[in-house]
């Protein structure tokens, strides 16, 4: 359990940038530059007439909230992922790890672990700062227009509580759902390094020209790894259904919001993009083991 600890642990020291510092960094702009804007003469809210009930933009800017940093925390997997598997080669970490009594499979796993557990719990955290961030712009904008009213503080922690579940089901299901893109750069980087990036879209984009120009019989050009992948890369929850249930009217209800994103979740294609990433994490482990020395 020690080995778990510390491999988890080295992998937070090493990518703490992405995931504590950049967003701090980020948090403290955004409230800046909303207490500069409303400090400032200059700022203008068109109304059009539109007088939102007093919860909804709170909601609104809450969900805005919970769709930024749930893309964040996906990018900055992708680039973790797409270094991690062969970052300890760097700086010949990879020979103090190999004189241990510590297997690559071990080593990689921990990698996933943390991926999978200690920065989306961060971007967790995060996400619920700038909730308070969210709230905060939505007094402020209350005080600046009388036709807004600003919601109670229990009104706000019910809907707090509402979308923060949501989005805590949101996160998870989104690192369930494109966990085999994650397990493919991590894959591709083991052998290519710095490669795995542009090798990662290059692969699948050769494969579906190939597969296009062997299989083409005039007409509109058809291509089945490329409606697959398609398929897979679109999104299981659309903005357009959290937008709808915004203006639907009344507090946002989590289950209602976590009904539809489990509906839009392939049960067999979660499992087999587990498997993948399973398979590939195995594959990668063999290679650092047989073809890596340091």
Known sequence: ???????????FLEHRGAFV????????????????????????????????????LYEGLYLGVVKVWTSYLMIGLFFYFADSFSADRKNNALLFWKSMPQSDLKILASKILAGATIFPLLILGWMLVSSAVAYLATMLVAARIPEIEAPGLAEALGAWMQISAA???????????????????????????????????VIPALAIAVETVLTYSG??????????????????????QAVALLFR?????????????????DPLGLLGGLLFVAAATLTASEYRRRRIDA
């Open 1 to 11: 359990m020690k080995s778990w600890y510390a491999l988890v642990q080295r992998e």
């Open 21 to 56: 510092y950049a967003p701090a960094a980020l948090v403290a702009i955004l409230l800046g530059a909303i207490l500069l804007a409303f400090a400032s003469s200059q700022f203008q809210v068109a109304r059009d007439g539109f007088s939102p009930e007093p919860l909804m």
């Open 167 to 201: 989005g805590l089901v949101y996160i998870v299901l989104n690192l369930l759902w494109y966990a085999p893109v994650f397990g493919w750069v991590a894959a591709l980087s083991t052998a290519f390094r710095g490669w795995s990036i542009p090798l990662a879209v």
């Open 219 to 240: 007409g509109q050009p058809a291509s089945v790894i490329g409606d697959f992948l398609s398929w897979r890369l679109s999104p299981f929850y659309e903005d357009d």
């Open 249 to 265: 009217g009344g507090p946002i209800n989590a289950s209602t919001m976590i009904s539809d994103m489990l509906a839009g979740i």
